[in-house]
């Protein structure tokens, strides 16, 4: 699958942003699909992640403050974003892949192109 990223912005401490990732391709409902995030002189991590039977995986970061949800009628994966705090700031990342453990350990297959958030304390 192909994978376009968007949401992104810039907004302060405590606000709330929603990323989407549309694909295009067969067969959408069967890859997991998953979040993640880069920052600046950071490692790529894993944020979040969603099987196809739509079971959400968290990282501890972001429990509580940030929801993964599909939606295989439209072909999108979602990020919704809470309580953003600047040590969110980083370009966020899509993927997709149909073997769950290669997207967990950041090997999927497909990548969206990535969407800078940004927060200001």
């Known amino acids: 699958v192909q994978l376009q990223a968007s949401g992104g912005g810039l907004v302060q401490a405590g606000s709330s942003l929603r990323l989407s990732c549309a694909a295009s391709?067969?067969?959408?409902?069967?890859?997991?699909l998953g979040w993640f995030r880069q920052a600046a002189g950071e490692q790529r991590e894993l944020v979040a992640f969603?099987?196809?039977?739509?079971?959400?995986i968290y990282a501890d970061s972001v429990k509580g403050r940030f929801t993964i949800s599909r939606d295989n009628v439209k072909n999108t994966v979602y990020l919704q974003m809470n309580s953003l705090k600047p040590e969110d700031t980083a370009v966020y990342y899509c993927?997709?892949?149909?073997?769950?453990?290669?997207?967990?350990?950041?090997?999927?297959?497909?990548w969206g192109q990535g969407t800078q958030v940004t927060v200001s304390s």
């Open positions: 993927s997709a892949d149909q073997y769950t453990p290669d997207l967990r350990r950041g090997a999927g297959n497909s």
């Open positions: 391709g067969r067969a959408f409902s069967s890859y997991v």
């Open positions: 969603i099987t196809g039977n739509f079971e959400p």
